[in-house]
């Protein structure tokens, strides 16, 4: 079964860093993988997603890459704001949607 | 606007009491979610549609029902068997069944307290 990890699971960035947050899966054959954000007591919000044929995706401030033969997707934020403080989760997609557990992000002023 | 609706965003159940969240989605898709977050445990799969009138069981199913009458409405039913439904549920919507390069939306949520 794939299994979907983010690690580190809390993060604290001052404002106006660059950072990066990291999405690892243990089964390479899948379809896409989906990077979403989670305010407090919200839904998910989808910020990209990548197709396996693809190697990253880009909106705005945000990057996304991934590298299926390494089971490594990364999402890079440029230029770091307090409105970027949220949970982040990546999704992997095979036969399912299988969730990892999320990085918190607290961006401080 | 195209989006996903869930109703009521906090519900309180007491012991004993069935509950029913609604979903509602206007992006003309096939297939739909449920799912379930505990803190520290991630989003957890308890029933999916593909198409209306079919629905199959995810990986936490005990406890909780569901139907498809129609393409654009998903209620989940937390029964009385559920032996604790204290949680954040999430319905989601994507054009296909996973498998394919379908991505996903979500609604705002629905908290359960069981009181």
């Known amino acids: 079964k794939q299994e979907v990890t983010q690690i580190p699971a809390a993060l604290s960035v001052p404002e106006g860093e660059n950072l990066v947050l990291n999405c690892s899966f243990t089964?390479?054959?899948?379809?896409?993988l989906q990077w979403f954000r989670q305010d407090p007591g919200k839904g998910l919000t989808s910020l990209l997603l990548?197709?396996?044929?693809?190697r990253e995706q880009t909106s705005g401030r945000l990057n996304a890459s991934l590298d299926k033969s390494s089971g490594r997707s990364t999402l890079y934020i440029a230029a770091s704001q307090p409105g970027d403080s949220a949970t982040y989760l990546c999704?992997?997609?095979?036969?399912?949607?299988?969730f990892g557990t999320g990085t918190s992000l607290t961006v401080i002023p | 606007d195209g989006g996903i609706t869930q109703s009521p965003k906090y519900l309180f159940r007491k012991e004993g009491q069935n509950v029913t969240l609604s979903c509602e989605q206007n992006?003309?898709?096939?297939?739909m979610y449920w799912y379930r977050q505990d803190p520290g445990q991630g989003l957890r799969l308890i029933y999916y549609?593909?198409?209306?009138?079919?629905?199959q069981k995810g990986d936490i199913a005990e406890g909780y029902s569901v139907s498809r009458e129609k393409k654009e409405s998903f209620p989940l039913t937390v029964t009385s068997a559920q032996k604790n439904p204290t949680a954040f549920y999430l319905c989601?919507?994507?054009?296909?069944?996973?498998?394919?390069?379908?991505?996903?939306?979500f609604g705002p949520g629905t908290r359960l307290t069981v009181l």
């Open positions: 549609s593909q198409i209306v009138n079919d629905f």
């Open positions: 999704a992997a997609t095979g036969n399912q949607f299988y």
């Open positions: 990548i197709q396996s044929s693809q």
């Open positions: 992006l003309n898709h096939d297939a």
């Open positions: 989601a919507s994507s054009e296909g069944l996973a498998g394919g390069v379908n991505e996903q939306f």
């Open positions: 089964d390479s054959a899948i379809y896409n």
